[in-house]
């Protein structure tokens, strides 16, 4: 059973600073995707991330993924108060009935002014 | 991409009533997804819905309890029957491919009472 693990799960930052999400998962997969959810919203796809070495950026925000140690970062730069959020990773699996995502628990992101 | 919609948007139901949720989307698509999201958590796959068979249930989820249509390409229901309080989430539905991942509707937020 393929598991995904996020942390931290809850995360407070002031504005400017920089940190790193991780996404860890169990099995060999080597798609993986980020998405962003805001209070009461759906989710909203920010990454999609294919291969190992794969390294996508949009604005403040960069993804990487590393098939091989089965991890997946994102990385906050310089932080604003708009990028509060809960940001899931979710890694692309194949059973009988196609390809299916298994999420990690998400990280709930406070940035604070 | 694609435009997913869902109806209800939200309700409030009675223990042991059932509600039905309707995804419509804007284009043919082959597999469809069912989520919930129970509240302060991440997605749990409900289950995928082929046009033409059979729903494929996720362990811990049964047909009797989520029972699924999907009539043609562009649309699929969810009906939560014999609700209880443990019920109360959001349930999204979401259409995809490997490689591209999935994009999901607005949700449904259910409470039961």
């Known amino acids: 059973e393929l598991k995904v693990e996020q942390n931290p799960l809850f995360l407070s930052m002031q504005e400017g600073k920089n940190y790193t999400i991780y996404c860890n998962y169990s099995?060999?997969?080597?798609?993986l995707y980020w998405y962003r959810q805001d209070p009461g919203k759906s989710l909203e796809s920010l990454f999609v991330?294919?291969?190992?070495?794969a390294v996508k950026q949009e604005g403040r925000l960069m993804a990487s993924l590393d098939t091989k140690a089965r991890l997946s970062t994102l990385h906050i730069t310089a932080a604003v108060h708009d990028l509060s959020a809960t940001y899931f990773c979710?890694?692309?699996?194949?059973?009988?009935?196609?390809?299916?995502?298994?999420f990690g628990g998400g990280t709930r992101l406070m940035v604070k002014p | 991409s694609a435009v997913i919609s869902q109806k209800p948007s939200r309700d409030i139901c009675q223990r042991g009533t059932s509600l039905t949720i309707q995804c419509q989307v804007d284009?043919?698509?082959?597999?469809m997804f069912w989520y919930r999201q129970q509240p302060g958590q991440s997605l749990t796959l409900i289950a995928t819905?082929?046009?033409?068979?059979?729903?494929?249930?996720e362990s811990g989820f049964v047909i009797d309890k989520f029972p699924i249509s999907r009539p043609n390409l562009t649309f699929s229901t969810l009906t939560v029957s014999n609700m209880s309080p443990e019920d109360s989430s959001i349930y999204l539905c979401?259409?995809?491919?490997?490689?591209?991942?999935?994009?999901f509707g607005p949700g449904t937020r259910l409470t039961v009472t």
């Open positions: 991330l294919l291969s190992n070495g």
């Open positions: 979710a890694v692309d699996y194949w059973n009988n009935a196609g390809n299916m995502l298994t």
């Open positions: 099995t060999t997969s080597d798609r």
């Open positions: 979401s259409v995809g491919t490997s490689g591209i991942g999935q994009y």
């Open positions: 284009s043919q698509v082959t597999m």
């Open positions: 819905a082929n046009q033409g068979s059979e729903a494929t249930y």
